[in-house]
């Protein structure tokens, strides 16, 4: 992986088999507009990134290139064994980028708190603020992140402009999806966050529009924290059973079209594996809105514009 993420040029497709490689590395080329990059596993979740004997970074997955598609890879962190433990699974910072479909757990689990990180990190370092920073976290599961009680690790955190969408998020020791400073004009949409401090936290920027989302039992469910902007909306989520309460926004702002009952998944577990799938009889299913929610869901099924849509990362 380290060998090709050296000798790739813009429009290159590098097929990864399924097997265990070595993470702990950097893509730095950048592919154009009509010629991405994309670093493809060719079975979702069948390549494997694990630390190596010896970690030199506290990163699995560091990319530094713009429009890069990063897609179907199951980044493990639990097996650390020397070195540098990895506090951050996928880490990016050039613009036009696209992590999709990923697998991502066991982040930064046993480390202090004062470290940081996330399981899937976004933002716009050496590249400004602009809404050219443009990004997409579409697709993953991110879980077991962050050691229990340390709020500074998130699950997905995002400082850049872009889109959020179709992702699992739960057991996390911080925010399930955070909004930093820099997310400005943000989409954050039909993700599923459950089992984590809190759900979803907006902790700066401006013009970011969550809906469509299940924040279902965390400590505190969807909250604003500092200058968050007055310019954001929170339409048709549903928000139920976080046990510190379900909303907390700064005054003035208000959220609308909210759930307030049971999501009703198909196997929901504090351990093991949720089955997040919504059931027949789930109070999620055609209560969501049209923005931008065409395409498939988590697990690829079609969301259909002429069926109502559901809430979640899940289409019934």
Known sequence: MARAAQLVTPGTTVNVLPGTYQGGFRTGVS??????????????????????PQSGSATAWDNRASHVDIQGFEIDGAAHMAGQAWTTGIHSSGAYNRIALNHVHHIATLLPCSKGGAGIAVDSEGHGKGERM???????????????????????????????????????????????????????????????????????????????????????????????????????????????????LAEGMRHSGTVAAAPGFIGYTRSGAPDFRLAANSAAIGKGLEHGADGSDFYGKLRDQLDAIDLGACQH
Request: glycine share 14%.
């Open 31 to 52: 592919g154009l507009p009509n010629a991405r990059i994309v670093f493809r596993a060719t079975e979702r979740w069948q390549a494997r990134l694990v630390p190596p």
């Open 134 to 248: 443009l990004s997409m976290v579409v697709g993953n599961s991110v879980h077991e992140v962050g050691a229990p009680g340390c709020r500074e690790v998130q699950g997905i955190d995002l400082d850049t402009p872009g889109t959020v969408r179709n992702n699992i998020v739960y057991r996390i020791a911080g925010a399930g999806i955070r909004l930093w400073r820099g997310a400005r004009k943000l989409v954050v949409l039909n993700n599923t966050i459950a089992g984590s401090d809190t759900g979803i936290l907006a902790a700066g920027g401006d013009q970011n529009h969550v809906v469509n989302n299940i924040v279902f039992d965390n400590r505190r469910g969807v909250a604003e924290l500092g200058p968050a902007g007055r310019h954001n909306s929170y339409r048709h989520n549903l928000v139920y059973g976080n046990r510190e309460g379900d909303w907390r």
